[in-house]
Protein backbone atom coordinates (compact mmCIF):
# COMPACT_ATOMS: atom_id res chain seq x y z
CA UNK A 1 0.00 0.00 0.00
CA UNK A 2 2.92 2.38 0.61
CA UNK A 3 5.47 0.82 -1.51
CA UNK A 4 7.75 0.49 1.07
CA UNK A 5 9.49 -2.90 2.02
CA UNK A 6 8.28 -4.77 4.99
CA UNK A 7 10.51 -5.99 7.23
CA UNK A 8 9.39 -9.42 8.29
CA UNK A 9 8.81 -8.20 11.84
CA UNK A 10 6.45 -5.50 10.55
CA UNK A 11 4.33 -7.85 8.09
CA UNK A 12 0.43 -8.16 8.77
CA UNK A 13 -2.30 -10.75 6.38
CA UNK A 14 -4.84 -8.12 5.24
CA UNK A 15 -8.01 -9.80 4.49
CA UNK A 16 -9.76 -7.08 1.10
CA UNK A 17 -13.37 -8.65 2.78
CA UNK A 18 -12.94 -9.26 6.33
CA UNK A 19 -13.35 -12.85 8.14
CA UNK A 20 -16.13 -11.65 9.09
CA UNK A 21 -17.89 -11.30 6.37
CA UNK A 22 -17.23 -14.45 4.48
CA UNK A 23 -13.42 -12.55 3.45
CA UNK A 24 -10.44 -15.24 2.32
CA UNK A 25 -8.20 -13.37 -0.08
CA UNK A 26 -5.05 -11.41 1.82
CA UNK A 27 -2.39 -8.75 0.95
CA UNK A 28 0.73 -8.55 3.08
CA UNK A 29 1.04 -4.74 4.47
CA UNK A 30 2.75 -3.02 7.35
CA UNK A 31 1.24 -3.59 10.34
CA UNK A 32 1.45 0.71 10.53
CA UNK A 33 -0.82 0.27 7.26
CA UNK A 34 -3.14 -2.64 8.17
CA UNK A 35 -4.07 -0.23 11.40
CA UNK A 36 -4.50 3.03 9.60
CA UNK A 37 -6.94 0.98 7.55
CA UNK A 38 -9.20 -0.49 10.01
CA UNK A 39 -8.85 2.70 11.95
CA UNK A 40 -10.63 4.30 8.80
CA UNK A 41 -13.20 1.71 7.84
CA UNK A 42 -15.65 -0.59 9.15
CA UNK A 43 -15.94 -3.54 8.67
CA UNK A 44 -18.63 -3.26 6.47
CA UNK A 45 -17.28 -0.77 4.83
CA UNK A 46 -14.48 -2.45 3.55
CA UNK A 47 -16.44 -5.57 2.63
CA UNK A 48 -19.04 -2.98 0.29
CA UNK A 49 -16.41 -0.43 -0.81
CA UNK A 50 -13.26 -0.93 -0.16
CA UNK A 51 -12.49 -4.44 -0.95
CA UNK A 52 -9.41 -3.61 -2.76
CA UNK A 53 -6.18 -1.91 -2.39
CA UNK A 54 -6.62 0.29 -5.40
CA UNK A 55 -10.18 1.82 -3.53
CA UNK A 56 -8.65 1.75 -0.29
CA UNK A 57 -6.16 3.95 -1.75
CA UNK A 58 -8.58 6.38 -3.35
CA UNK A 59 -9.90 7.07 0.31
CA UNK A 60 -8.29 10.87 1.24
CA UNK A 61 -7.64 10.20 4.60
CA UNK A 62 -5.61 7.16 3.16
CA UNK A 63 -3.96 9.12 0.91
CA UNK A 64 -3.02 11.29 3.82
CA UNK A 65 -1.74 8.74 5.59
CA UNK A 66 0.39 7.34 2.66
CA UNK A 67 1.83 10.64 1.71
CA UNK A 68 3.26 10.75 5.59
CA UNK A 69 4.12 7.40 5.92
CA UNK A 70 5.79 6.63 2.29
CA UNK A 71 8.87 9.15 4.11
CA UNK A 72 9.38 6.68 7.13
CA UNK A 73 11.86 4.17 7.56
CA UNK A 74 10.48 0.33 6.18
CA UNK A 75 10.37 -0.87 9.65
CA UNK A 76 9.11 2.16 11.13
CA UNK A 77 6.25 1.82 13.82
CA UNK A 78 3.80 4.19 15.75
CA UNK A 79 5.65 3.64 19.38
CA UNK A 80 4.12 7.01 20.76
CA UNK A 81 0.44 5.42 19.97
CA UNK A 82 1.63 2.19 21.40
CA UNK A 83 2.86 3.46 24.33
CA UNK A 84 -0.44 5.45 24.67
CA UNK A 85 -2.52 2.49 24.39
CA UNK A 86 -0.28 0.89 27.34
CA UNK A 87 -0.47 3.57 29.38
CA UNK A 88 -4.18 3.61 29.59
CA UNK A 89 -4.41 0.10 29.77
CA UNK A 90 -2.17 0.48 33.44
CA UNK A 91 -5.01 2.58 34.41
Given at each position: ????????????????????????????????????????????Q??????????????????????????K???????????????????
Amino acid sequence: MCERVIPEDQRDEHHLVPKSKGGKNTVCLHRICHEQIHSIFTDAQLAKKFSTIEAILEHPAVQTFVTWVRNKPPGFSDTAKESRQSFHRGR
